[in-house]
Nanobody
Framework: VQLQASGGGLVQAGGSLRLSCTAS????????IGWYRQAPGKQRELVAG???????TYADFVKGRFTISRDNAKNTVYLQMNSLKAEDTAVYYC??????????????????WGQGTLVTVSS
């Protein structure tokens, strides 16, 4: 099983990025998905989640700016990030779980993790 995250980079504040996470060996449509981030010196935190039925959840600090979505045909999940702020700078990780049907903020519940992709937002 492999989750390959991509799409990170350097962007100015107010800009946009779209992160992608493609899976091999598992099927995303049957898993709950979470996008996490970890900034230097901080704990990993859930940014957005997608459950098996397609419902989404967002952390308050990204609501209205970020959108999580899934393309079943490509077995890929996305995180569209708009109106980026300097405080969004972090390594972003995708994760998938079959333990629960809904994305959870408990990182220990996830079975599979991507390698992370760095997002840097300059102010």
């Amino acid at each position: 099983v492999q989750l390959q995250a991509s799409g990170g980079g350097l962007v100015q504040a107010g800009g946009s990025l779209r992160l992608s996470c493609t899976a091999s060996g598992i099927t995303f449509s049957t898993k709950a998905i979470g996008w996490y981030r970890q900034a230097p010196g901080k704990q990993r935190e859930l940014v957005a989640g997608l459950n098996t039925a397609g419902s989404t959840t967002y952390a308050d600090f990204v609501k209205g700016r970020f959108t999580i979505s899934r393309d079943n045909a490509k077995n890929t999940v996305y995180l569209q990030m708009n109106s980026l702020k300097a405080e969004d700078t972090a390594v972003y990780y995708c994760a998938a779980t079959q333990k629960v049907w809904s994305a959870t903020s408990d990182a220990t519940m996830y079975d599979y993790w991507g390698q992370g992709t760095l997002v840097t937002v300059s102010s």
